[in-house]
């Protein structure tokens, strides 16, 4: 199964994903955690998605395409993968179904999970995510059992640099400007299902498992 999980950031995207690759046993490959671990350990690829990502602006087109690109060739995609974060411009889309296509392959579902922005910058401001695992909790919605310790890995627990209210609101116009254009370019494909993100996590999910089925 071939999935992608569209969305405005903070929707709950990542949040829905663990829970999807779980069921469906597929890997989650999330473009914005590749960024961060790059950046995490200063690679030459981090250094340059930092200045991007600090202000809340996408990274450039081809430095993503490249990557996942690439991510998708190991083995653990063989039975398909759950894409987070990606695509996340027309460009990148049409790129990507391109490549998809050289390979005899598409995009089975495009999940649209789709939030009012009033909840999704409380979303963002109150998201807290583990440094050494990537486990995403939110100071109110989803606290840690023992505050500022991850329940997963025992590791410790920060906020995102861009979850700043300041970058928090360009995210968003990024977002209208260069990434919901997908949603037509999606609709006019015939594989996208909307969802809506704004009850709680197991309900969410479940509308995601009757659009892919049990
Ligand atoms: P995205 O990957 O789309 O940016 P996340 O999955 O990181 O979004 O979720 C953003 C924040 O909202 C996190 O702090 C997460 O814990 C919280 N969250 C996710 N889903 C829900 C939900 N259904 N109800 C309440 N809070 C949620
Ligand atoms: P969100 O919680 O906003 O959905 P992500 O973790 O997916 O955040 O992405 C964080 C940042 O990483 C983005 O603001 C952007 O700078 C960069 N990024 C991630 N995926 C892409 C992509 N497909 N194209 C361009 N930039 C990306
Ligand atoms: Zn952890």
């Known amino acids: 199964m071939n999935l992608v999980l569209l969305g405005p950031p903070g929707a709950g995207k990542g949040t829905q994903a663990t829970k999807i690759a779980e069921k469906y046993n597929i890997p989650h490959i999330s473009t914005g955690d590749i960024f961060r671990k790059n950046v995490k350990e200063g690679t030459p690829l981090g250094k340059k998605a930092q200045e991007y990502m600090s202000k809340g602006e996408l990274v450039p087109d081809d430095l993503v395409i490249e ?5 998708l060739t190991e083995d653990d995609c ?3 993968f759950l894409l987070d974060g990606f695509p996340r411009t027309v460009y990148q889309a049409e790129k990507f179904d391109v490549y998809l296509k050289e390979k005899n392959s598409a ?12 909840i999704l910058i409380d979303r963002m401001i ?3 995510v583990c ?3 990537g486990a995403t909790y939110h100071v109110k919605n989803m606290p840690p059992k023992k505050e500022g310790i991850c329940d997963v890995c025992g590791g410790e627990i920060y906020q995102r640099a861009d979850d700043t209210l300041e970058t928090v609101s360009n995210r968003l116009q990024v977002y209208l400007e260069q990434t919901s254009p997908l949603i037509d370019y999606y609709e006019k494909a015939g594989n996208i299902a909307h969802i809506n993100g704004a009850g709680a996590l197991d309900k969410v999910f479940s509308e995601i498992v009757e659009v892919l089925g049990a």
């Open 67 to 71: 990557l996942v690109e690439d991510r």
């Open 78 to 80: 063989k039975g398909g």
């Open 107 to 118: 995009i089975d579902k495009v999940l649209d999970i789709d939030v009012e922005k009033d």
């Open 126 to 128: 109150g998201r807290r």
């Open 131 to 133: 440094k050494n695992c």
